[in-house]
């Protein structure tokens, strides 16, 4: 149990919804779940939300005031099914508005019929534009209750088909090319955001505070990201991302030539699981006091991979179908494995806690002033200049490479640094931090860079968050909290100067003669040039000293050490932590921050321990048929979505409650609430013995009570899509005599195909009439056997096609399917047969 008297702790997550097709049903009791313990934490009224979610709504307040938590949700980053759900809570968090019944949502709108997700689109199986329809109904339903909006940055991933080169020069001078597919969409809310900007007066550089809503005027564009990040390939068709430019941040718009909008479709085909720019977004907040960073990765499957049968098949039996199937699965993993990785590697690299633990042992540790620490700072200064003086123009010459020239792939040259040193860098400092010097009185020439004094300010900010964890008094709570929140917003202030110095150096290579690349000299004199145009020297330090400041003051008078004593002891932390790193570890600023998995990793404890709690995954139905097994029946979704409400409260209640017996009370209690309001006990558990059935007899078990003709809706959709794609051949159209063509049409296409051939045959004729009969003849001969041996290659593979798609549907869906697939090929290919020769025969009108 959290400490009554000492300040609130936030809990602020940061969400990663996975893709999974129909799992975004199951995503969606994940997201309803998650609303219900944000607004109970944060104190909201039990009338504020439905009647039947009430008593959960209950449960949920109860538990965050015994923990004294408050849980925050201010960054969420959606692919596929997850960019839905996660778009739809992300506006309901920017609008201040309550978060759509997620549960009518998707028992309606997923429905495979005619008049929803069936609809007539002529090139996919599923109505794209009834499903952006659908998402835009939901915003609809949204009010604007500004007073409850909170900040939040919203991140869709889509995939283009026509990927933007990005270019590359290996370590030889040789160049290439690699396409780049991704595309990431940022929506952010925030009322007090910071930008540094240029002056209309005097042309002079400084920050502008302004408030920026983009779920208040981006509605279009966000239905269109989210039906975009969707658009699994074939089910949905593809989109037009012209709507979306402005919100594209990945990759980054080049500035020659200018962007084009491709046609975008599901994001998870290469970024299942976007964890980089989340991390980045998370170290750009404003902090109000105690916090726990949590990132939140909510993903449908248990995480446990089973176990490999040693007794494997030799590789000259493996069946097609398993070839197939890892050909489509194993892309999905390894962008999903990149992802974990790229989060492994920032939780093991990151220095920030480093940094603060190192502040700490001097500023709690009389006998560390300036003491060994401060001595070995000292000694390896001048090693800490070399690495930021050459640091900063390797940055720049990668922001600059990205704009229009190509990067560079080499090692980051060594010693270079010291001759940049050369040129009197301005963010580089000269005198060491341990010189008993007045550092206060030089604010207005601050040297040290930007980098370093955002990490001097979040260790002031971090230091203060310690000392809140300890306070019972409501004076000294209220002076700490004030104290962070001003402090973290300082940090904001250099973040923005930072990101304002990257746009102009990344714009220092217009106007450059064509492929012109600057020396290290032209950098630095570059970015000279900046710091002074920009003011960067005397807004950075004016930041510090206020951060200094307020965090003095919000200190104990008794004890209380001087602006330079905690400037040193700051640098000194600097020094130690960043004279040894490679350069992009000088400029990244990473939060602490935990992990925590959400998945279907358990049964609920409401149910009897046995075969069905061995289910893990495969107790939703969304897993079932290729993942689109939810869309089938509404009974179907019903189920997935309280499996999701269920989940969710398992791993939540490990962020309130560290005791596993209460954890498991608690769970009990909730989810006996949960089922409840949603399917009930009894169904949930008939629904779990029926998911121990394999996939086949699961599928044939709704064939026999399929009583909203759902499987003939499908078929009637694909069999539509398939009539689409031969009429969109042109030379079928013809050879074929379409009925929608007429005869003149007709006879114009036929001409434009062989007017070439009649002129080279009819000049043959003027020129030698026997030699071209004997040629004619000759070829008409050729052509037979041409179109014999066509026939004959068609008929084969046709046969290889019509063995595959049976052994797939053997494979996916059993005996019985398949023996109804090759009836279904049987009487397909006679009826067409039959067709072609009734029409053939047929006279003319």
Not at 236 to 255: G, K, Q
Not at 319 to 330: D, H, K, R, W
Not at 499 to 517: C, H, K, M, W
Not at 675 to 700: V, Y
């Amino acid at each position: 149990m959290g400490n009554l008297f000492a300040a609130p702790l936030e809990i602020r997550l940061a969400l990663v919804l996975n893709g999974g097709v129909s799992l975004a049903v199951w995503m969606g009791g994940v997201t309803h779940e998650l609303d219900l313990l944000r607004r109970a934490s944060r104190g909201d009224r039990e009338e504020s939300v439905p009647e039947e979610d009430r008593p959960v709504f209950g449960m949920w307040k109860r538990y965050a005031e015994r923990a004294n938590y408050k849980v925050l949700i201010d960054v969420i980053a959606g692919t596929s099914a997850g960019g839905v759900n996660g778009t739809l809570l992300a506006a309901a968090i920017g609008r201040g508005s309550q978060l759509p019944d997620l549960r009518a949502t998707w028992l309606k709108s997923a429905a495979l019929t005619c008049d929803k997700l069936l609809g007539e689109s002529p090139r996919s199986l599923l109505d794209g534009e009834y499903f952006e329809r659908a998402i835009g109904a939901e915003f609809a339903k949204m009010e604007d209750v500004n007073d409850s909006a909170e900040p939040v940055t919203l991140f869709v991933t889509a995939t283009a088909l026509d990927g933007a080169p990005c270019k590359y020069a290996d370590g030889f001078k040789g160049k290439f090319d690699v396409a780049d597919h991704r595309r990431l969409y940022r929506f952010h809310h925030d009322p007090f955001e910071v930008t540094y900007v240029k002056g209309e007066g005097d042309g002079s550089w400084g920050p502008k505070t302004d408030s920026r809503n983009d779920f208040d005027d981006g509605l279009g564009a966000l239905r269109l990201a989210a039906r975009a990040s969707a658009g699994f390939p074939l089910a949905f068709s593809p989109v037009d991302e012209a709507d979306l430019l402005r919100y594209r941040t990945r990759p980054a718009h080049r500035l020659d030539p200018p962007d084009e909008a491709s046609c975008v479709i599901d994001g998870g085909i290469l970024n299942n699981a976007p964890f980089e720019p989340v991390l980045e977004a998370i170290a750009d907040r404003t902090v109000n006091g105690r916090l726990k960073r949590v990132v939140v990765y909510i993903v449908p499957s248990s995480g446990q991979e089973p176990q490999q049968d040693t007794d494997r098949a030799p590789c000259s039996d493996v069946p097609l179908t398993t070839i197939a199937s890892t050909s489509v699965n194993y892309p999905r993993e390894s962008n999903l494995r990149t992802g974990t990785e790229a989060l492994s590697a920032r939780l093991s690299s990151h220095t920030e806690d480093l940094h603060h633990q190192l502040f700490m042992n001097q500023r709690d540790s009389p006998t560390q002033v300036g003491g060994p620490l401060q001595t070995a700072a000292g000694l390896i200064f001048g090693e800490y200049r070399v690495r930021r003086a050459g640091a900063a123009v390797w940055k720049a010459r990668q922001l600059m490479a990205g704009a229009t020239w190509r990067r560079s792939l080499k090692p980051t040259p060594q010693g270079k640094g010291e001759e940049i040193l050369e040129g009197n860098p301005l963010w580089v400092p000269v005198d060491p931090p341990i010189l008993d010097q007045p550092l206060a009185a030089n604010f207005e020439e601050w040297s040290w860079g930007v980098s370093p004094a955002e990490r001097l300010v979040w260790t002031l900010t971090a230091h203060l968050q310690h000392r809140l964890r300890y306070v019972g008094d409501t004076d000294a709570q209220t002076s700490l909290t004030s104290a962070i929140q001003n402090i973290s917003g300082n940090a904001r202030v250099i973040r923005s100067i930072e990101e304002a110095l990257d746009t102009q150096i990344r714009n220092s290579q217009r106007g450059l003669p064509s492929g012109f690349v600057p020396d290290d000299r032209w950098v630095t004199q570059r970015f000279n040039e900046l710091f002074q145009e920009l003011g960067v020297r005397s807004e950075v330090g004016e930041q510090v000293r206020q951060a200094v400041e307020c965090y003095l003051n919000a200190l104990p008078a008794e004890g209380r050490p001087s602006a330079t004593q905690v400037l040193k002891e700051c640098l000194c932390a600097e020094v130690l932590t960043k004279a040894f790193a490679p350069p992009p570890q000088l400029f990244d600023h990473t939060p602490d921050f935990h992990f925590l998995r959400l998945g279907p990793d358990a049964a609920s404890p409401v149910f009897p321990q046995g075969p069905i709690a061995q289910l893990a995954e495969r107790k939703l139905y969304g897993i079932r048929l290729n993942h689109f097994g939810a869309f089938v029946h509404a009974d179907w979704r019903a189920s997935d979505f309280t499996w999701g409400r269920l989940d969710a409260t398992h791993h939540l209640l490990r962020l309130l409650i560290e005791d596993e017996t209460r954890q498991q009370e608690a769970e009990a209690e909730i989810h006996e609430a949960i089922l409840d309001r949603e399917i009930g006990k009894e169904q949930m558990l008939k629904n779990l013995q029926e998911l121990t059935l394999k996939d086949s007899e699961l599928f044939n078990r709704f064939l026999k009570y399929d009583n909203d003709d759902t499987a003939a809706n499908v078929t009637k959709s694909v069999l539509r899509l398939l009539r689409g794609w031969r009429r969109s051949l042109f030379l079928w159209h013809a050879l074929a005599q379409d009925d929608e063509i007429d005869e003149s049409a007709r006879n114009t296409i036929l001409r434009r195909l062989t007017g070439s051939l009649r002129d080279t045959w009819w000049r043959r004729v003027r020129e030698n009439p026997k030699a071209a009969l004997k040629e004619s003849i000759q070829a008409l001969k050729t052509t037979a056997l041409k179109i014999a041996a066509l026939l004959l290659g068609a008929a084969i593979a046709l046969g290889v096609v019509a063995t595959i798609i049976v052994g797939l549907v053997i494979h996916f869906f059993g005996v019985t399917a398949g023996l109804l697939a090759v009836t279904v090929l049987v009487l397909g290919l006679g009826g067409a047969g039959v067709a072609a020769y009734v029409k053939a025969t047929s006279p003319r009108p």
